[in-house]
């Protein structure tokens, strides 16, 4: 039996998705809940079809996103597919699952990472900025959090900053997403958005950090701490 909307459902698919339908649960809410699901009820045939459930949800939200921002298909010559479309909505189309609850990384070292990006402005100072990475690496603190819209992050940084941060926070296996690591990069950028409001496009996979000064600046502000909390040695 798994919890859902308030009540006790048994863990099967077909009862789950009749059940957040008939209650008319929005897309977004339903892949956050198919990853729940799978958390309540340890058993690996039964998070592959939750992980199947969240994946196939996941699909349909980005074709929307893309029809509503009108990207071009890649049989479209007339723009690059690499060319950062415009937010097509107030709010992110994907989040990351935080993973770091097992490794003894709590909410309040989360924070303060992030509360050293937003001071070394990397992020907004704003507490919603910060709120939002926080929701955006998957660690949400309460139901409210859970079952509303993510908000985008702005990047005020470098974008390979961004990419190697995203990267060294999956290699420590902190976060995770829905479709693994192929996932892992379109998640970014539905999450993310550049200093001009831009979501990032597909290209920023290949961006690697290769300054050493802007790579110490990460470790320094998120990294080096998350590495000591978890016992983990961060990637060379």
Known sequence: MVKCCGEMFPAE???LSHAMTQRRVPLERQRQLWLDFYRQYPDATWAEKCLDEAERISRILERERRIAAKIPTSGDSATSPDTPPTAPSPFAQRHFMWTGDRLGVRAEHLRDGIRRLATGGLIDSSMEQQDALRRGFGLM???????TPQP???WLGDSSQLNYMVDTLWHMQLIHCAGGERQKWHTLCALFLDADGHPYPAAIKSNRCRSKDKREMIRRFILDELAFVSRQTLPS
């Open 13 to 15: 698919v077909a009862v």
């Open 141 to 147: 603190l309460n139901d409210t959090e859970r079952s």
């Open 152 to 154: 985008w992050v702005k």
